[in-house]
């Protein structure tokens, strides 16, 4: 139990398009998501929080109006960079909160590779 | 300001041995830690969890110990394997926020030499 996929797992786009990125936990409802990047050799770095049915809490830093997030329903949060640039390129990850008694456990998807020529 | 510490950014250690990756935090309102195994490429692994009630949680090889007094935790893999080479990601968290979000150090990297 506890899946979360993500689509695509890898993306190439041309710079000024956007990209749209899934993830959905497939066994389980998920009341909150959350967006991580990756940079090489580096941490995640959480870009925001999505909690179904109401806007997503976007991190000191980070763009709302560039990377949009959606979570239309309690399986499914999107993430989708708008008009993305090289320095876009990166990889992606989100996870799934998922509520057991007390205690909550985030699982991750598998990640999307952005590259952005 | 750090507040999840690996110091160690890798670890070596030979098959079959104790591999025990470490793990700081400076706030004191975290309650509940999670190790999380990462390949390249990849999504993080969920491994384990403590919750600050306790001070050891197992799981097969697998052991979580947490030192409250110290803020400090551990990982233990026993025996140690090839295939657990990897990233460890210790991170946390504070019950009741709500939106339980994870705080992570920056990894280990664990290397199995066979």
């Known amino acids: 139990g506890a899946v979360v996929s993500q689509h695509p797992s890898w993306v190439i786009c041309k710079s000024g398009t956007s990209v749209k990125i899934e993830c959905r936990s497939l066994d389980f409802q998920a009341t909150t998501m959350f967006w991580y990047r990756q940079f090489p050799k580096q941490s995640l770095m959480l870009m925001a929080t999505?909690?179904?049915?109401?806007?997503?809490?976007?991190e000191q830093g980070v763009e709302k109006d560039k990377f949009l997030i959606n979570h239309a329903s309690l399986t499914l949060s999107t993430l989708t960079v708008t008009s993305a640039h090289p320095e876009d390129s990166s990889f992606y990850i989100c996870?799934?909160?998922?509520?057991?008694?007390?205690?909550?456990?985030?699982?991750f998807g598998p990640g999307t590779r952005l590259t952005v020529l | 300001d750090q507040q999840v510490k690996q110091n160690s950014p890798s670890l070596s250690v030979q098959e079959g041995r104790i591999s025990i990756l470490n793990c700081d935090y400076t706030?004191?309102?975290?309650?509940?830690f999670l190790w999380y195994k990462k390949y390249p490429a990849e999504g993080p692994t969920f491994l384990i969890s403590?919750?600050?009630?306790?001070d050891k949680n197992e799981d097969g090889r697998f052991t979580v110990f947490l030192n409250k007094s110290a803020k400090h935790l551990s990982l233990h893999i026993v025996p140690s394997q090839p295939g657990d080479s990897a990233v460890y990601f210790c991170?946390?968290?504070?019950?009741?926020?709500?939106?339980?979000?994870?705080?992570f150090g920056k990894g280990t990297k664990l290397s199995v030499i066979p």
């Open positions: 999505s909690n179904e049915g109401s806007k997503a809490t976007y």
């Open positions: 403590i919750s600050s009630i306790k």
């Open positions: 706030n004191s309102m975290f309650d509940y």
């Open positions: 991170a946390a968290s504070v019950s009741g926020a709500g939106s339980y979000q994870l705080t």
């Open positions: 996870s799934a909160s998922r509520l057991a008694g007390n205690t909550d456990t985030q699982y």
